[in-house]
């Protein structure tokens, strides 16, 4: 009987680790890319040099589309420092060179004090883990993202330039389509 038990034990998570293997295994990556700057278009290495020109570019990415199998470029990333600066710029482009958004990683300490303030009285037992400014060019409107989290509950809450909290509804349609 207590062989039986064992073995019932055994096989059970021999099937678990199985099927989570080959759960794991098929989930395709639709993020970024790494790619060599060779493969970016020059259109877009200009543009970049034209909006950031002391930026300096760590790694580019491309976004392949929807689907794993999409081969036709959608979106190209650099991840950057700006003026020899320690934060980290993040800029997306359009395969022909428009910038599409810019994206700047803030400390806690770096935020405006009317984001933190609204957003410490909004989520009071929660810690502000990071927040990214982010630039949207088209149309031309700034948002900071704003990372809370609660033990292992994590929200993204988004606010104006004036500390305003804008609700998930009224984002971009961008913002809940792309990752960033």
């Given at each position: 009987?207590?062989?039986l038990?064992?073995m019932?034990?055994i096989?059970?998570?021999f099937l678990?680790?199985?099927?989570t293997?080959?759960l794991?295994?098929q989930d395709a990556?639709?993020e ?5 700057t060779a493969?970016?278009p ?5 543009s970049?040099n034209?909006?950031?020109p002391?930026?300096?570019?760590r790694s580019?990415a491309v976004?392949?589309?929807l689907?794993?199998?999409d081969?036709i470029?959608?979106?190209y990333q650099a991840?950057?420092s ?8 993040t800029?997306?482009y359009?395969?022909?060179?428009m910038?599409?958004?810019h ?6 300490d ?9 957003t410490r009285?909004e989520?009071?037992?929660s ?8 630039t ?6 700034e948002i900071?993202r ?6 292992a509950l ?11 909290k804008?609700?998930?509804?009224e984002?971009?349609?961008e913002l809940?389509v792309?990752?960033?």
């Amino acid at each position: 009987m207590i062989k039986l038990k064992a073995m019932k034990k055994i096989t059970l998570l021999f099937l678990s680790l199985i099927i989570t293997v080959s759960l794991t295994a098929q989930d395709a990556s639709l993020e970024f890319d790494p790619i060599a700057t060779a493969e970016v278009p020059s259109e877009v290495i200009m543009s970049h040099n034209t909006n950031f020109p002391n930026g300096f570019v760590r790694s580019w990415a491309v976004n392949r589309g929807l689907s794993a199998t999409d081969r036709i470029p959608e979106r190209y990333q650099a991840v950057f420092s700006d003026g020899g600066g320690t934060n980290s710029h993040t800029a997306t482009y359009l395969p022909n060179g428009m910038l599409f958004f810019h994206s700047e990683f803030l400390d806690p300490d770096n935020v405006p004090s009317e984001i933190l303030l609204q957003t410490r009285s909004e989520f009071d037992d929660s810690e502000v883990e990071h927040v990214h400014f982010i630039t949207m060019f088209n149309p031309k409107r700034e948002i900071y993202r704003v990372k809370v989290r609660d033990q292992a509950l994590v929200e993204m809450v988004y606010y104006t330039v004036n500390g305003m909290k804008i609700p998930k509804n009224e984002l971009p349609e961008e913002l809940l389509v792309f990752k960033y």
